[in-house]
């Protein structure tokens, strides 16, 4: 195992690239403090933190986006910092590449072309579309995908998007790759693509380093695990010799008690009915009830079809037939303007697309919704009352923030998801949509939306959830619903709640 | 430590921000010194009240403009409708014998109509409005061929002079409209439910369309005051000038957009302020006042006039970025 030499002096071995005692101070910040970290041929080293705790930082001297303050960089027994010349191109060609989970893709280009950009072959002057096409399908097949490489890669899933940067990072003879949440926005089966290939990776050799914040990940891929603090890096170690709960308390400094906060018991009448939904293509014939006080999920694949069912509701995605009704009132949703009016608001899963104006300041993101409540009789809007339901709005979210006219672009996820939460609040919404409420957030401020997501039923709100976590599902909701390529395949509560279960029937089983 | 970045990037921020914010204005103030001080007859009563004069029309449309690219769109109908509106105008006071006013309100109609067509291309044809609106222009420059033969139609009665040229207490009548027009706009913009909206439209379409905004609406709207903007400012230059001209605008789309992007709105919508169009319309005026009365022929003010503007959009780029 090449995560058991490593911790015990392994001679045979060089590092592929070694952060040694790097410091990075920006204006007032000091962002990397001390920190050294090395990386072995066929190591998986997972990157752990909360968000702001420098992980994206020290990514970021590495790949020789930045520059240590103190400190040196060392890759492949060159000290490059003091060298002089590392930049972001220097790193590509000593073979340290990283991947994010946003895509660095140009969707109008097909695979091979994104995979070779920069660099293509040339033969005679002219681009040789022959030679390259040879690569990538080789490329391809050492990574065990099948992917059309031929099609603009608009067209391709997400999971396919991200092979295709894989392959390209591969491409330049990578020694090391910097994976950076790449799988956030993946599904159980695409994941479990991403660990095959990762283990092909490592078995040719190749470092990884891994950042994600679904921590059981990282007991499927990786050897040893690195977390980090305020800029510091204080835990060090093999994931071998820890547990998920560890992990938690190292990451956040505390215990992490009661990740879920008991359900809510006081229930109350139906506030939604859903019946025979159906929409071309994405769903059919979906009947769901949710009563007041009450936590109801969605459980399902990618291309379930779950989405599109939020957005339905929400009035955002057309539907061909079936009805909703609202406290026993049959309604007719469709344009969001008429869900909001019904008392419908949903937090998207896109919050930086969907969810927020980014350059728009907190408060204005927060009473987007809710604007003709604070207009006054000259139609004028009242900035005063907005600024002051925005702080009341703040105060009760616990939002971490300085003044409510401060952008919201420099927030966290988390922050940022509070603030999405309270638009809704602020627009008296009663029924609340969630999709994949704690994507891209990290694991303290996650129980903390869950904390919120409770609070928020026992004041009588009524909550549907659709999230790729299955712990997430099985620790806030009442009743889970399982969709199956566009339709419910059963639904789950109280003992009958398993991961087994919901597993099965999600997988059409 | 993430609450203590927070704070300390808001702090730097305000007096950063405020500087930014408000580089427009010194520029104008800083430029308007430097010309009283080293270009002659520059400074003098006629001269000033002539520039604000002067950028007034211009200001106003540039205005119409601004609501336009605010929500992320762009206007290029005003090349020929200036033409149109000056020419329907002229038309209906001097062949058909309308009452000025009647006439004007004529004019305004038909802007807002011009501003339904692009919007309604724009938004429900789902056209880019840069060809909606180029399609619109490149019609209206048929039709006002085809309206006066390419003839100028003057010859307007004398009554009708006052609105361009007229005085109120020693200040021109355009820049008392340009004025009001201009907190008019402000408080819309600014004070408004509908001008938050536009903001939020521009700076995030889909996620105001979730937060409830009926954002084909508000861009509709931005097209048609676009349009009427345009119309206003048009038949203050025809009443200054006393004709209707097929031409009008041939030449002025190039000064619209670049007062736009120069007073600070982002061309990718979502980001602007009134006032920053108004002062980048005077800036845009000295320096036409200036080049003239330092000699300089048309040619090249043309030359320098596209420098700025490639400057202008470089800054723009470059302060997106951060």
Not at chain 1, 89 to 96: F, I, K
Not at chain 1, 420 to 449: N, Q, Y
Request: charged share 20%.
């Amino acid at each position: 195992m090449t995560a058991a030499h490593k911790e015990s002096g392994h001679t045979h071995q060089a590092p592929i690239i070694e952060v040694r005692g790097v410091s990075r101070v920006f204006p007032g910040v000091k962002a990397l403090d001390n920190v050294s970290l090395s990386l072995y041929p066929g190591e998986c080293l997972a990157l752990l933190g909360e968000n702001g705790a420098g992980k994206s930082t020290l990514s970021k001297i590495i790949t020789g986006v930045y520059q240590p303050s103190e400190g040196a960089m060392i890759v492949g027994g060159v000290n490059v910092t003091e060298r002089g010349n590392y930049n972001i191109g220097m790193a590509q060609e000593m073979g340290v590449t990283i991947v994010h989970q946003e895509l660095q893709l140009i969707p109008e280009m097909n695979g091979i072309e994104n995979i070779f950009i920069g660099r293509f072959d040339r033969k005679l002057g002219m681009v040789d579309w022959k030679s390259m096409k040879r690569k990538a399908e080789e490329i391809m097949a050492f990574l065990g995908a099948d992917i059309d490489l031929t099609v603009p890669v608009k067209h391709l899933r997400t999971a396919e998007k991200q092979i295709i940067q894989l392959a390209k990072a591969i491409s330049v003879n990578a020694k090391m790759i910097i994976m950076d949440e790449l799988t956030a926005v993946l599904q159980e089966k695409e994941i479990a693509n991403i660990y095959r290939i990762i283990d092909i990776l490592k078995k040719r050799g190749m470092g990884i380093i891994y950042i994600s914040h679904r921590l059981d990940e990282i007991f499927e891929v990786c050897d040893t695990y690195a977390v980090m603090v305020d800029g510091r890096l204080i835990h060090r170690g093999k994931v071998a010799d820890v547990n998920k709960d560890q992990l938690v308390e190292m990451i956040i400094g505390r215990e992490l008690t009661q990740v879920f906060p008991p359900l809510n018991e006081n229930i109350g009448e139906v506030v939604l009915e859903v019946k025979g939904l159906t929409a071309d293509r994405a769903f059919r014939n979906i009947d769901l009830t949710l009563r007041r006080g009450e936590v109801v999920g969605i459980a399902g694949l990618v291309g379930a079809g779950k989405t599109e069912l939020l957005n339905a509701i929400f009035g955002s995605y057309r539907k061909t037939g079936g009805e909703i009704r609202i406290n026993g009132q049959k309604v007719n949703i469709r344009r969001p303007q008429d869900a909001i009016a019904h008392g419908i608001g949903l937090v998207p899963d896109e919050r930086k697309q969907l969810g927020l104006v980014m350059h728009f300041n907190i408060t204005h993101n927060t009473t987007l919704a809710s604007m003709r409540k604070f207009r006054r009789k000259s139609l004028l809007m009242d900035h005063r009352r907005e600024r002051e339901a925005t702080i009341e709005a703040a105060e009760m979210m616990k939002l971490n923030y300085v003044s409510p006219s401060q952008s919201v672009s420099k927030l966290s996820g988390g922050n940022q998801q509070k603030i999405v939460i309270s638009k809704w609040l602020l627009a008296d919404s009663d029924i609340l949509i969630f999709d994949e409420p704690t994507r891209g957030i990290d694991v303290g401020a996650k129980s903390e939306i869950y904390k919120l997501i409770n609070r928020l039923t026992r004041e009588g709100k009524s909550v549907i959830i659709v999230s790729p976590e299955m712990e997430e599902l099985i620790g806030l909701c009442h009743r889970i619903y399982i969709m199956f390529e566009g339709e419910f395949r059963g639904c789950v509560s109280g003992e009958d709640k398993t991961q087994n279960n919901i597993v099965s029937k999600m997988l059409g089983v | 430590m993430e609450l203590e970045l927070e704070k300390r990037r808001a702090s730097n921020k305000s007096l950063s921000q405020f500087l930014q914010e408000w580089a427009i204005l010194f520029i104008f103030i800083g430029l308007f010194v430097i010309s009283a001080i080293f270009v002659d007859g520059f400074f003098t009563y006629t001269n000033v009240i002539n520039i604000f004069r002067q950028i007034s029309f211009l200001a106003i449309i540039a205005l119409g403009q601004f609501f336009v690219i605010l929500v992320g769109g762009i206007d290029m109908s005003p090349g020929s409708s200036i033409g149109f509106f000056s020419l329907l105008l002229a038309g209906l006071i001097y062949w058909n014998g309308l009452p000025i006013g009647v006439a004007i309100v004529v004019v305004l109609i038909a802007a807002i109509v011009i501003g339904l067509v692009n919007g309604i291309l724009s938004v429900y044809g789902k056209l880019p409005a840069f060809i909606a609106t180029l399609v619109t222009m490149i019609v209206l420059k048929g039709v006002n061929y085809l309206y006066s033969d390419g003839i100028p139609i003057s010859g307007l009665p004398s009554g009708f002079k006052v609105l361009g040229a007229g005085y109120i207490g020693g200040i021109p009548i355009p820049v008392i409209i340009l004025i009001i027009i201009t907190l008019i706009c402000w408080v819309f913009t600014m004070h408004t439910r509908t001008g938050r909206s536009l903001y939020a439209v521009g700076g995030n379409e889909e996620a105001s369309r979730l937060s409830g905004i009926n954002t084909n609406r508000i861009k509709l709207l931005a097209f048609v005051i676009g349009s009427v903007l345009t119309a206003l400012g048009t038949i203050l230059i025809t009443s200054r000038t006393m004709a209707g001209q097929p031409t009008l605008g041939d030449t002025m789309l190039f000064d619209i957009i670049t007062i736009v992007v120069l007073g600070g709105t982002s061309l990718s919508g979502g980001r602007g302020k009134v006032f920053g169009v108004v002062i980048a319309a005077l800036i845009l005026g000295i320096i036409d006042n200036v080049m003239v009365l330092l000699g300089i022929g048309s040619y090249w003010q043309w030359i320098i006039k596209g420098v700025i503007l490639a400057a202008v959009v470089v800054i723009d780029a470059h302060s997106k970025k951060d």
